[in-house]
């Protein structure tokens, strides 16, 4: 069982930064896929970004080169650095958790709001 709690989110002005953080119970962290999705309103949730037991990171095309995702294994929690927001990034984001690189994970933190304004 692992549990996730994200934090990090807010209020911001396009081009600016954000760092979301998500921190995860467990003693086997460093064994999971972490994942980062988002759900802007009246749309369906959206992979983000992932990386992998190993480090190996994957984008979606729309965040690719502006944000970069990464995982401290000591604190046990993966971030999520998010540079040039747009306005479009505005959403619920989520981290998930799997032993496998899957498309629906099987643990998800309850999510934290990011909103960019123009």
């Known amino acids: 069982q692992v549990q996730l709690v994200e934090s990090g989110g807010g209020l911001v002005q396009a081009g600016d930064s954000l760092r979301l953080s998500c921190a995860a119970s467990?003693?086997?962290?460093?064994?999971?896929?972490m994942t980062w999705f988002r759900q802007a309103p009246g749309k369906e949730r959206e992979f983000v970004a992932r990386?992998?037991?190993?480090?190996?990171?994957y984008y979606a095309d729309s965040v690719k080169g502006r944000f970069t995702i990464s995982r401290d294994n000591a604190k046990n929690t993966v971030y999520l650095q998010m540079n040039s927001l747009k306005p479009e990034d505005t959403a619920v984001y989520y981290c998930a958790a799997d032993l496998r690189i899957i498309t629906t994970p099987a643990y998800w933190g309850q999510g934290t709001q990011v909103t960019v304004s123009p």
């Open positions: 990386i992998t037991n190993v480090g190996n990171t």
């Open positions: 467990g003693r086997t962290f460093a064994r999971y896929v």
